[in-house]
């Protein structure tokens, strides 16, 4: 078992790219979810995914978008990135319920100039 | 909506000190509570768990929390702590319904003194 797996690692980008952040697990977990991670505001929910072409939005979803055509894959997009987008971006998984524990990947740490 | 309040942003323990983190929230009913760990430049490790029964979990790497509804907190604590035990600590609260969102506190950064 891989867990959740996140690409690319670092990304640095300019004020008004696009870009995608890549996020897959291979538990078979119905739950998906991108959070980002900023100093001393602990991990944000942006959106989120109960299972295969169903997402809804978190806390702070202006920005992004993002889809779930499968179980396994739950890529969020940038479509026109901002300098406020710079932070560490994890994507967790768990099983439906929300007891359960949700399994994190390593994140992607995004800068953008 | 629920919300999660860590006090403090930074502690310093020495090893072999007791450790306790604080953590209070707020939801109109009994929610899911969870203490999760995060080593530098790593994801997340769940640590423990409360939804229901017993107010005292134990959970991974010796570490317990008492949940207190008359407090609203959910603090975490441990009786000897390890070097290794420097990390950031997140408190997190979710609704027990179909919400599916996990509130996050804003961290505890724990640095241990040999």
């Known amino acids: 078992n891989a867990g959740v797996t996140q690409t690319p690692k670092f990304q640095v980008l300019k004020t008004g790219q696009s870009m995608t952040l890549q996020c897959a697990q291979d538990?078979?977990?119905?739950?998906m979810s991108w959070y980002r991670q900023d100093p001393g505001m602990g991990l944000r929910l942006i959106h989120y995914s109960v299972g295969a072409g169903i997402t809804d939005q978190g806390e702070v979803p202006n920005g992004y978008n993002v889809s779930r055509s499968t179980t396994e894959d739950f890529p969020l997009r940038l479509l026109s990135a901002a300098p406020s987008q710079t932070s560490v971006y994890f994507c967790?998984?768990?099983?439906?319920?929300?007891?359960?524990?949700?399994?994190f990947g390593p994140g992607t740490r995004l800068t953008v100039l | 909506a629920q919300s999660v309040t860590q006090p403090d942003i930074h502690i310093t323990v020495s090893e072999g000190a007791s450790l306790e983190l604080r953590c209070n929230y707020s939801y109109g009913a009994t929610p899911y509570l969870f203490w999760y760990v995060q080593s530098p430049g790593q994801g997340l490790q769940l640590l423990l768990k409360?939804?229901?029964?017993?107010?005292l979990v134990q959970g991974i790497k010796g570490f317990e929390a008492e949940f207190k509804r008359s407090q609203s907190s959910f603090n975490l604590r441990k009786p000897s702590v390890h070097w290794s035990d420097a990390a950031e600590y997140f408190c997190a609260v979710a609704a027990n319904n179909a919400g599916n969102m996990l509130t996050f506190g804003g961290g505890t950064r724990l640095m241990v003194k040999p």
């Open positions: 538990m078979n977990h119905e739950y």
């Open positions: 409360y939804f229901s029964g017993d107010t």
């Open positions: 967790a998984s768990r099983l439906q319920g929300a007891y359960n524990e949700q399994f």
